[in-house]
RNA sequence: GUGAGCGUAGCUCAGUUGGUUAGAGUAUCAGGUUGUGGCCCUGAGGGUCAUGGGUUCAAUCCCCAUCGCUCACC
């Protein structure tokens, strides 16, 4: 049974600090885990990932690992950690956000969904029992448990019938999860997915479906797939008043920094999101005075570091004219320098956030970060 | 030197049997990206259609000359 230790609770807001120990070590809430789909976080080396970005828990992808290098290869690597020489904790997503998202040809079934590779078209059959066994392949610290992710807009019917299916998977990925056990000697866990769509009585029953199965964590899942902001915030908050105090709170593909910080104040523990490692690919930085798009040709003769506040490596060291050079070169450092450089800046937007929930000014905190960086970028489109 | 072909956006090239405001790819510039394909999507700027003359109501297109490039032959 996995715990969160509740430290500090915010007096004003649903905010609050805490910890988690895994077979593979503790992991510190509110976190960000970066994406690490294919057994790596693109672009990044693991020496980075530990000392610079400080990583406490990586996230990686059912479905990928799956297709490649398959299951065969990842027992005779010993699972995961060892095959990617990470030693910290690893949670894998199921794979039922790529089946929705990445597969043309897809049948949903009761007992799962049928679905074609998008790398080779081959044909695939997804249960929840099988997810269990795969991600016992992988090794991971926390599984997640197979769920259908709705998009947006999603009618009611349809929202309702889809929560219905994943909490019935839920329960067949709890069995499978207690009639299986972990391949390489270290515990693992198991998370169940919230759904809903943005229907309130829908997440009620879908969260109360979950909770009787006791895992050992939830997820709000089906957010930040093109509803506005507010009716995300607003189903966050509503969602996380029937999720259990000792269990970690995982908001699932979020977000923008401000997203993040809107979540933490209404409860949430953890995050991913494909944003900071994404956008750095595509020269989007995010800094302490906002976003600079480093490939503009402003930045060709500006020997400033990316952000003067910040103590990454790439800030330490490299300027913006020199990151625009390598953008606008194609170079592959230009890639991992800015990847770099977006995830410290998200682990460190969590761990200052944990600071100031335990100094008891989240609130004010949180205000004055997104004023700062959000007046910043309104300016920067009007220029 | 002789013959042939070609000169259209920064680059590589379409195109018009002579007819509104000359297009594409790429590059440049600027946006976007929420449980990841370095992908992708959107928008913008950019042309004396080699130069000069002629024919015509109208020429980037037809004719002449000049310049430049390429190939073949001597």
Request: charge should be negative; hydrophobic fraction near 35%; charged fraction near 25%.
């Given at each position: 049974m996995l715990n969160l230790h509740v430290l500090t609770k915010d007096k004003n807001c649903k905010a609050r600090t805490g910890y988690f120990e895994t077979a593979h070590g503790k992991v510190e809430t509110p976190i960000f885990m970066p994406v690490?789909?294919?057994?790596?976080?693109?672009?990044?080396?693991k020496d980075y990932l530990e000392?610079?970005?400080?990583?406490q828990i990586v996230l990686s992808n059912t479905y990928h690992l799956y297709l490649r290098p398959g299951t065969d290869v990842l027992n005779e690597a010993g699972g995961l950690h060892e095959f990617m020489n990470w030693q910290k904790p690893i949670l894998t997503d199921s794979g039922g956000y790529q089946v929705f998202s990445l597969s043309e040809l897809r049948k949903l079934k009761f007992d799962g969904v049928e679905f074609r590779s998008h790398l080779d078209g081959s044909k695939h059959f997804f249960t929840p029992s099988k997810v269990i066994d795969i991600q016992r392949s992988i090794g991971s610290d926390i599984m997640m448990a197979l769920d259908e992710c709705t998009?947006?807009?999603?009618d009611y019917d349809y929202a309702n019938n889809s929560t219905k299916l994943t909490s019935s998977w839920a329960i067949l990925n709890k069995d499978a999860f207690e009639n299986s056990s972990p391949l390489y000697g270290h515990n693992q866990f198991l998370f169940g997915i919230i759904q809903g769509s943005v229907y309130k009585d829908l997440r009620e029953k879908s969260a109360k479906d979950l909770l009787a199965l006791d895992f050992d964590g939830y997820a709000i899942g089906g957010l930040a797939v093109g509803e506005p902001a507010e009716i995300m915030y607003e189903m966050i908050n509503f969602t996380t008043d029937f999720m259990p105090e000792d269990r970690p709170r995982y908001l699932m593909g979020v977000g923008r920094p401000e997203n993040i910080l809107e979540a933490i104040e209404r409860g949430v523990d953890m995050f991913d999101c494909v944003m900071p490692t994404r956008n750095a690919r595509n020269a989007y930085l995010f800094t302490s005075g906002g976003i600079l798009s480093?490939?503009?040709?402003?930045?060709?003769?500006?020997?400033?570091?990316?952000?003067?506040n910040c103590d990454c490596f790439t800030c330490k060291n490299f300027s913006r004219a020199y990151l625009r050079h390598l953008f606008i070169a194609k170079e592959i450092l230009a890639l991992e320098l800015s990847s770099i450089h977006n995830l410290h800046y998200y682990l460190k937007l969590v761990e200052q956030a944990r600071e100031h929930i335990k100094q008891g000014d989240f609130q004010n905190w949180k205000s004055e970060i997104i004023t700062k960086t959000t007046i910043n970028n309104n300016y920067k489109s009007e220029a």
């Amino acid at each position: 049974m996995l715990n969160l230790h509740v430290l500090t609770k915010d007096k004003n807001c649903k905010a609050r600090t805490g910890y988690f120990e895994t077979a593979h070590g503790k992991v510190e809430t509110p976190i960000f885990m970066p994406v690490g789909t294919q057994g790596t976080v693109k672009a990044v080396n693991k020496d980075y990932l530990e000392k610079d970005i400080q990583a406490q828990i990586v996230l990686s992808n059912t479905y990928h690992l799956y297709l490649r290098p398959g299951t065969d290869v990842l027992n005779e690597a010993g699972g995961l950690h060892e095959f990617m020489n990470w030693q910290k904790p690893i949670l894998t997503d199921s794979g039922g956000y790529q089946v929705f998202s990445l597969s043309e040809l897809r049948k949903l079934k009761f007992d799962g969904v049928e679905f074609r590779s998008h790398l080779d078209g081959s044909k695939h059959f997804f249960t929840p029992s099988k997810v269990i066994d795969i991600q016992r392949s992988i090794g991971s610290d926390i599984m997640m448990a197979l769920d259908e992710c709705t998009p947006y807009p999603c009618d009611y019917d349809y929202a309702n019938n889809s929560t219905k299916l994943t909490s019935s998977w839920a329960i067949l990925n709890k069995d499978a999860f207690e009639n299986s056990s972990p391949l390489y000697g270290h515990n693992q866990f198991l998370f169940g997915i919230i759904q809903g769509s943005v229907y309130k009585d829908l997440r009620e029953k879908s969260a109360k479906d979950l909770l009787a199965l006791d895992f050992d964590g939830y997820a709000i899942g089906g957010l930040a797939v093109g509803e506005p902001a507010e009716i995300m915030y607003e189903m966050i908050n509503f969602t996380t008043d029937f999720m259990p105090e000792d269990r970690p709170r995982y908001l699932m593909g979020v977000g923008r920094p401000e997203n993040i910080l809107e979540a933490i104040e209404r409860g949430v523990d953890m995050f991913d999101c494909v944003m900071p490692t994404r956008n750095a690919r595509n020269a989007y930085l995010f800094t302490s005075g906002g976003i600079l798009s480093m490939r503009n040709a402003k930045y060709k003769n500006d020997f400033n570091p990316v952000d003067a506040n910040c103590d990454c490596f790439t800030c330490k060291n490299f300027s913006r004219a020199y990151l625009r050079h390598l953008f606008i070169a194609k170079e592959i450092l230009a890639l991992e320098l800015s990847s770099i450089h977006n995830l410290h800046y998200y682990l460190k937007l969590v761990e200052q956030a944990r600071e100031h929930i335990k100094q008891g000014d989240f609130q004010n905190w949180k205000s004055e970060i997104i004023t700062k960086t959000t007046i910043n970028n309104n300016y920067k489109s009007e220029a």
